[in-house]
């Protein structure tokens, strides 16, 4: 695993804040999280970002990249929880627990700002604003593990690779990761797989479907969107859209 140490980006220059998806920080908060901020890393594809059951002493935002969290049994089998785009904390749980409760590893090259665990507290005490995104990342993350719990209770295969689609999709755009209905694909079947509780035969199956209704095509490196409407309607899928998100 190599981990690089790049020149870090001014928080008034990161170039997410260019982003409609993303909420401004005040003159003072940008202050703050330039003190706040340790540094940035640069990670390969592959790399360990947080390991479960580890007591990182760091949390991360994702600055560039893609990255997935995880769980894996003694056996081997894994489940996929969410994927990390641009924009997303990881690590916040640390705060609050002993360690890590999931495994974050990097699908991409991977740029992430730095930040000291033991000072999240001073977010709260400095700066209640900063505080309560901070809150709101963590309800905002339950609320799409909450999507995916209904897809894996309820939605047959179908159902659910046409709502990972549409979810990925949409967060990716908001981030500058995808458009034109084409949506990168740094990750594989398996993942794709370990995210929807289905063997990846069963994928295959199940895109082969939607290949051949002409709602989807997954080529190598992108899965392309050929009938959004219809992929909602099979979904039960709603779209969210004009809510900015905070940056820390």
Known sequence: MQRRTPAPIPCENCPLREKPAFRQL?????AFM???????????????????????PHLYTILEGW?????QIEDGRRQVLNFALPGDLIGLQLAIMNEMQHTVTALTRTRLCVFQRDKVW????????????????????EQLLDGHLLSIGQRNALERVAYLI??????AEAVGCAGNDALPTPFGQAHFADALGI??????????RLRERELVRWRDD??????????????AYERVEGIQRPLI
């Open 26 to 30: 005040s003159r003072e908060e940008l």
């Open 34 to 56: 330039h003190t706040f901020k340790r540094g940035e890393l640069v990670v390969d594809p592959g790399a360990t970002i947080l390991l479960e059951e580890s007591a990182s």
């Open 67 to 71: 990255a997935f969290r995880h769980k």
């Open 122 to 141: 001073s977010v709260f005490a400095k700066h209640a604003a900063l505080g309560f995104a901070m809150t709101w990342i963590a309800s905002r993350e």
């Open 166 to 171: 549409l979810h990925l999709y949409d967060r």
């Open 199 to 208: 063997t990846t035969v069963h994928l295959s199956r199940t895109l082969r």
């Open 222 to 235: 992108s899965l392309v969107i050929l009938d959004r409407p219809e992929l909602e309607r099979i979904a």
